[in-house]
């Protein structure tokens, strides 16, 4: 099951079936590192081998997460998000450097309802309803909170007495979410959890992942939805080859790429012009209307200028997250050293 994987696995190592609760509640709430991080990653490297070669899926990530803090894991296809988040939850072993969950393993932590998971792969049982779903899942948690609490969080009560396999994509989603919370587990992890949802229930799933940071819980999650990111998270990590590249708050993130966006109307102006104008990161172009991306707005509206050009309906605007996302692993790839571009190393 997606919401479940991470609790069967923790299951089928205690060799216990049934309706057994996976541990029990001996682990303090509070428990964690020495440094007081919910999650650690030293170093950590995995590699898959294919026809092609090696594929280094994670290379050398470092990174701690600290409690009560909301993550935003980003990178594009292939940098090996779904890769980490696997072995942050035991589901896979790195192989090397050094995983921690509250100071210990990923199996401790579950074994002892710390962690609460939402993963894209699997599915849900199909000849039950979805009560009975959360209800069995329940029944597994060594720290469960009420059925009708996590049905209302996930905002399918009305859904309670339907087939899972009746619903429609997006609420099944939300049946998965719902497993996921089950549990009063102080670390949630999350891999694209909206996907499929509508407008208003993407809403309602993030009232309540506000809810559960405000209570002190941590909330990591993977998404394609950068505005979410933008909106929800305090703080942004961006992989990209498996490397970490940038870390901090979306503000910082934004900051770190360097550029602005350029945008005029300039009719009849040659594409050849455009890509000659100076510090140019990207450039669009729709009709008149000219978007630039670069990384200094002054010098390349003055060069047009200067050029004899006259454009009108000027703006400069700092770039939104999803345009620094793009600009900061544009620059990554065509680094040929493959040198991390990190926070630290643009302040």
């Known amino acids: 099951m997606v919401a479940a994987q991470v609790g069967l696995v923790s299951l089928m190592s205690n060799g216990k079936t049934g309706h057994t609760r996976l541990g029990t509640p001996e682990m303090p709430r509070d428990t964690r ?94 000849d039950v309803t979805v009560k009975e779903q959360v209800e069995l899942w329940a029944k597994l948690h060594p720290r469960p909170i009420p059925v009708i609490d996590a049905l209302k969080r996930a905002n399918i009560a009305d859904l309670a007495d339907r087939r899972v396999d009746k619903l429609s994509g997006g609420q099944q989603q939300r049946v998965q979410f719902a497993m996921a919370i089950i549990g009063d587990s102080p670390l949630i992890v999350l891999d694209e959890p909206t996907t499929g949802m509508d407008v208003e229930n993407r809403q309602a799933f993030w009232a309540t992942m506000r809810e559960r940071a405000y209570e002190g819980k941590t909330v990591l999650f993977a998404t394609h939805y950068l505005e979410e990111a933008d909106q929800f998270a305090e703080r942004v990590i961006v992989i990209n080859k498996g490397r970490l590249l940038a870390d901090g708050s979306s503000a910082e993130i934004k900051a770190s790429a360097g550029a602005k966006r350029l945008s005029f109307r300039l009719p009849g102006v040659q594409d050849a012009v455009l890509h000659r104008l100076p510090n140019l990161v990207s450039v669009e172009r729709q009709a008149d209307i000219v978007r630039l991306q670069t990384s200094d707005s002054d010098a390349t509206l003055y060069a047009l200028l200067d050029a004899g050009y006259r454009p009108a309906e000027i703006e400069i605007q700092a770039l939104g997250l999803e345009q620094a996302f793009i600009a900061i692993t544009a620059e990554d790839n065509n680094h040929a050293d493959g040198t991390t571009a990190t926070l630290e190393a643009a302040r």
């Open 33 to 126: 590192s020495p440094n007081g991080a919910v999650v650690e990653f030293e170093n950590v490297s995995k590699t898959f081998h294919s026809p092609k070669g090696p594929v280094h899926a994670v290379n050398g990530l470092t990174m701690a997460l600290q409690p009560g803090q909301t993550i935003a894991f980003l990178g594009p296809n292939g940098a090996g998000k779904s890769t980490s988040l696997n072995m942050l939850l035991g589901l896979s072993r790195p192989d090397s450097g050094r995983v921690a969950l509250f100071g210990g393993t990923a199996a401790e932590a579950i074994k002892h309802g710390m962690v609460g998971a939402m993963l894209q792969s699997g599915g849900l049982m199909s």
